[in-house]
Structures are given as C-alpha cells and as structure tokens.
C-alpha cells in the first residue's frame, strides 16, 4: 500500500523529508496540535525547523521510530538522540495509545550506569551539541551524575593522592612504596581521564567541573585538569574560541580553594591572558587568585613586560595589584612568614626595576611604601634598590628624594648600610642625619641593655668588676663624644665627615657591647657554679 508523502519538513536548512504527517503526527503531540483538523485534508504542507536537536541524524531516526509502529532499538549510542527529539516532538502519551518513545528513552536511561564509560563520554558529547534541551529534559543531568561518580570512586579508591601538591611536578604520596614506578602508576591512576574529557566544550565542562566539586573530589586533581584542558585545546582553536576557554577556566579555578590551585600555572595563564582579549572582570579573577598566592611566586614571574602604549620596562601597576590582593586575601590578614616572604621578593623587584629610566618616581614610591613595615627584620635591600634608582635617576629633585627616602626605616638598616648612606652623595643630607640618629638610638637600647644584664649579678670578683667598670666608662665616654658631635648646623661636606667618623665608633661601640655581654654571661656561669659548689660541701662537725 503507498503512503502518501504530503508534509514537507526542512530540518535546521541542512536537508527536507517527505513524509505522511498523519503517521508522524500520531506519535508527536508537538504536530498533532499544530496541524489540529487540517490533519485530514490532502493539502500539501511545508514545516520549518531551525532548532532541531540532533540535527537530520536525530529526525531520521525518530521517523524510523513513526514507520516502525513505534519501534526502535534504543542503544547508549543513540539515546541522547532520540531522548531530547522526543521531548522536542512532544512524544508523549497520545490519544491513539501509540507507544511512547519518551517513555521508552527514560526506562533505558535506568540501566545507565552498567554502560561502559567510552558509551557514557559518547552520549555526553552528544549532549553538547544540543545542550539547553539536554539540560532541561534531564539526560545531561543523568549523563554527568553517572560520569562524576565514577570519577569520585577513582578518587577515593586512590588515597594516597589526596595529599597532592598544585605546585609539584607529581603526586606525594603517604604510601609505603617509594618507587618512581609506583608513583607514576598512582599518579595515572587519579588522572586517567584527563586525556577523555578533552573532547567535551567549554560549557560542558564547566558542568562537569561544578558537579566534581559538589561531589568533593580532590580539588588539587581538579585544577590540574583545567590547566591541562586549557593547553591542549589551546592547540586547535581560534582566537575568539581561547578567549572563550580562558574565561571559564578561569572562572572555575576562581571558585576553587586557594590551596589547590598552582600559582606557577596561574602565572603560565596569565601570560596567555595578556595577548587576548577577555572580559576585565575574568581577569580581575585572575589577579585576585595570583595575589592570594604571592608569596609562592619568583621575580621571574614577576617580571612581566609593561603593556603596549607604556615606555616603561615592566609592568609595575600589574604587581602592585597583586600587592594590594595578596593584603587582603579575602578579608584575611596575611601571617608573619607570608609578609616576610613577599618583601623579600619585593626588594629584588625593586633592585630590577630601579634602573629602568622610565620609571616614575610615584611608581617606584608605591612599590617601596606597599607593604607594611612588620613585614622587614631589615631594610639594606630595599636600601640598595632605592640607591640604584637614584644613580639612574640623576635628575630627581630634593623632594622627590626625600619621599622616596621616607620609605625606609632607618633603625632596620644595618651599621654597614648606614655608613655607606653617609657617604653616599645621592641622598640628601636630611637622610645620612637620619640614620645617624637612628644608628644613636639603637646604641644607646643596646648599652642599656647590657647595663640591666650587669645590675642583676652579684660581683663576687673585684677584679672583673673594676674591668667591667673601666669598659663601662670608655664606651660611656664614646657615646657622648657620639652625641656630641651630631651637628646639623654645619655644611655638607663637613656633617658627611663627621658621619663617617661616627659611624666607625658606632662600629667600635657595637663590639665593646657585644664583648661586655659575653663577658657578663661567663660571669653569671661562674656565679651559679661556686653557688653550687658550696652548696654540696659537707657540715664539720664539732
């Protein structure tokens, strides 16, 4: 018997169908509305789809459904086919009791985690080519619960890779073994699927990272997948289709914790960043996370050419972002160690960017001024940073000098460093007074302080005592001619003299000090000792 091909259906402009639309129609309820009780008439039609899930492989196969009284062998290669046209075509439960293919679809869905996984990641790609139907008609949910569980299960099943390092070129592990061989097989082990998930999208791997993290998988292993997925796709794609993928990579370590993510990669992106265009506020992102972690950065990567339209060598505004991110750290207050680490790797920035003859002077401020003053035990580094900056830049002016001056703190600089100062032409004359001052007041604390060691000893020798009285008068006598000679009111030539000769008695006064105290600590020793001594003779008896 012929049927009659009276419904012409283009499918998304890729090709057109002949077919009955009353066979169709009876087990679509999207067609059985649309043609309502035109259905009859011999009128030939014309229906347009521009958003056909699946494309014309997904219509034939729903026509092979319809011509087969409602037949079709519903495999993992094609279930996400024919599931999300059928709930485009509304399959549902019609009026003429016509099996339902939605239905169908749904109870083969149940055995889904019995597929092997190359038919789970098949039927998950799928998905991505028609993504918004697939989400709301829930296959995509039942596809990334399914794929997600199994990598949780890899991931508890290998315990000794939670421990993991971002930073670290393999995993640690607290086993016993302690073989490379070993190590690369339990490193395998939690990272076997890297190389699958590449073929899935951004956006499909954004959903499959938001359920990792909601299933609690190590984040370590998670951030190390996203830089991988980033570099390999990196390979094929287009400039719009990196920008593309940098963002969500992106966005998704930003939802990560701290820890977990490696701030060597971070850098690696970051570089990647500056040659595309991406959205400012993915990569105010970006800066945030490298911040958090800039006490785990090197001056390399630090030293990052100044954007284009700039004369100046390195970025300077760029770090210090990073700066002002890293004192923040989400509202938690940097630690100690952290602090010191940073200002460390600061004062050889300093030293690297100093020479550059571009840099302004308020730059150069603000990197000096950016942290706080706990953060440096001593201050010679940045010192020799802010003397380099002033051989390069001849041309400063006093003031200029003397702000950038105001950003060392003269009681951190050691004996050598302050002398160097007075007689370093390049500074202002206010500057070599200061530290001579400072260098003052330190020896005066330190003389104190050993003549409060001494007042808690007995003397239980003259002779020490009169050698400790008469050093106690030569250095108190140092310390006045110290203090006698500071006088501002004369030239420079002759105040940067008398700086210099002072500083050596404040050389010569330091080892007095340090000689005095050593000498106090013997004594004590030897007191405690002839106590003890006495303490374990014998009672005479009479």
Not at 231 to 248: C, D, G, P, R
Not at 352 to 376: G, H, I, Q, T, Y
Not at 467 to 487: I, R
Request: hydrophobic share 40%; glycine share 4%.
């Amino acid at each position: 018997m012929a049927v009659c091909c009276d419904l012409e259906v283009d499918i998304n402009g890729e090709e057109t169908f002949m077919v009955n639309k009353k066979i169709v129609a009876l087990y679509s309820g999207r067609l059985s509305k649309l043609f309502g009780k035109s259905i009859d008439t011999k009128r030939n039609l014309k229906l347009i789809f521009h958003d056909f899930p699946g494309g014309t492989e997904s219509f034939e196969l729903i026509l092979r459904f319809c011509y087969n009284n409602g037949k079709i062998d519903i495999t993992p290669s094609n279930i996400s086919l024919l599931h999300c046209a059928a709930q485009f075509m509304e399959m549902k439960k019609s009026t003429l009791e016509k099996p339902n293919l939605l239905e169908q679809t749904e109870k083969s869905l149940e055995e889904i985690n019995y597929w092997t996984w190359s038919e789970l990641l098949g039927s998950l790609k799928q998905c991505q080519e028609f993504l918004p139907i697939a989400n709301s008609s829930g296959i995509l949910e039942k596809c990334l619960g399914s794929l997600v569980g199994r990598l949780a299960l890899t991931s508890e099943a290998s315990p000794c890779a939670s421990s993991s390092s971002p930073d670290s070129s393999g995993f640690r592990f607290s086993c016993d073994t302690r073989s490379t061989e070993s190590l690369k097989n339990s490193f395998s082990r939690v990272t076997w699927w890297f190389e699958d998930l590449i073929v899935l999208g951004p956006s499909l791997v954004e959903l499959v990272i938001k359920s990792m993290v909601g299933r609690k998988i190590d984040q370590v292993i998670i951030s190390r997948f996203l830089f991988y997925y980033q570099k390999s796709k990196f390979y094929t794609a287009t400039m719009e289709e990196k920008s593309k993928i940098l963002e969500i990579v992106i966005d998704l370590l930003y939802t990560l914790d701290r820890s977990s993510v490696s701030c060597k990669s971070l850098f690696g992106i970051l570089r990647v960043v500056l040659s595309l265009n991406i959205k400012k506020g993915v990569r105010s992102k970006l800066e945030s996370m490298i911040g958090y972690l800039m006490d785990q950065a090197t001056l390399d990567n630090l030293l990052i050419p100044s954007p284009n339209g700039t004369n100046y060598l390195y970025d300077v505004n760029l770090v210090l972002r990073f700066l002002k991110a890293f004192l923040h750290r989400g509202g938690c207050q940097a630690s100690l160690s952290s602090l010191q680490k940073v200002a460390s790797l600061m004062d050889l920035y300093m030293a690297e960017v100093a020479p550059d003859p571009c840099l302004k002077p308020s730059k150069f401020l603000a990197l000096a001024m950016a942290l706080p003053d706990s953060s440096r035990d001593s201050y010679d580094e940045m010192y020799h940073a802010v003397d380099m900056y002033f051989e390069v830049h001849a041309g400063l002016v006093e003031e200029e000098k003397i702000k950038i001056c105001c950003s060392l703190n003269y009681e951190k600089l050691s004996a050598e460093a302050c002398l160097h100062l007075s007689q370093n032409a390049k500074f202002p004359s206010k500057a070599a007074v200061q530290a001579l001052i400072s260098q003052q007041f330190k020896l005066k604390n330190l003389l104190k302080s050993t003549d409060n060691t001494r007042s808690c000893t007995d003397s239980p020798c003259s002779f020490t005592e009169t050698g400790s009285k008469g050093k106690k008068d030569e250095s108190n006598e140092q310390v006045v001619l110290y203090a006698g000679m500071l006088d501002v009111s004369v030239d420079n030539e002759k105040l940067r003299a008398h700086l210099q000769g002072m500083q050596w008695r404040v050389m010569e006064l330091e080892k007095v000090c340090r000689k005095m105290q050593t000498q106090m600590t013997k004594l004590m020793k030897s007191k405690a000792s002839s106590h003890s001594n006495a303490r374990s003779l014998p009672k005479l008896c009479s």
